[in-house]
């Protein structure tokens, strides 16, 4: 299996005042930054580790995160430097995400691209923040940061299922 790791851009800091379901009439490539950055739900499952199969071209998800992630509270604590820091954190456009397959299912951007709405305990639905975590789709209590894995043992902590 040829490994390659790829990460992409999280901003859950930015929470603008924004109009009610704007996502449901405007599409990706004609929202606001602001709205853009919104729609992140904070899962940090882009952040985790993931191989791809240089035959196959399968995508396998890690529980190990990027050393930028907090696994805690599921957000990037450089997000400003990130591209700098970890040079394969993807900045993501509206344009890249139907070639994104490896975007998570729950990803908000990749449900939106492929005509889906928001899930109930998506931050702009349920108006808390929390409710991701609580859901069980946030990597917050599963993620292992890779700070503490050898680079050699990341396959170890393979996910077993598509996220
Ligand atoms: S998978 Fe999508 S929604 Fe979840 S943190 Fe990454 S960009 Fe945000
Ligand atoms: S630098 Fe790491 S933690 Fe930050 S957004 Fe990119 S992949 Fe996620």
């Given at each position: 299996m040829v490994k390659h790791r790829f990460m992409k851009n999280r901003d859950i800091y930015h929470r603008p005042a924004l109009s009610t379901s704007f996502w449901r009439t405007t599409p990706l490539d004609r929202m606001t930054h602001g709205q853009w950055e919104s729609?992140?739900?904070?899962?940090?499952?882009?952040c985790l580790q993931k191989f791809r199969?240089?035959?196959?071209?399968k995508v396998t998800y890690t529980w190990v995160s990027c050393?930028?992630?907090?696994?805690?509270?599921?957000?990037?604590?450089d997000y400003g430097n990130r591209t700098t820091l970890v040079p394969d954190c993807l900045v993501m456009t509206p344009e890249q995400i139907p070639c994104l397959?490896?975007?998570?299912?729950?990803?908000a951007y990749r449900r939106l691209s492929e005509g889906k709405d928001l899930d109930a305990w998506h931050h702009l639905v349920s108006g808390d923040p929390e409710s991701v975590h609580r859901a069980g789709i946030s990597v917050r209590g599963k993620a292992i940061s890779e700070?503490?894995?050898?680079p050699e043992d990341v396959d170890f902590y393979a996910i077993g299922y598509q996220i």
């Open positions: 729609l992140c739900d904070g899962c940090g499952r882009c199969d240089g035959k196959t071209g050393y930028l992630l907090d696994t805690r509270a599921c957000r990037c604590t397959r490896w975007l998570p299912k729950t990803c700070v503490y894995v050898h």
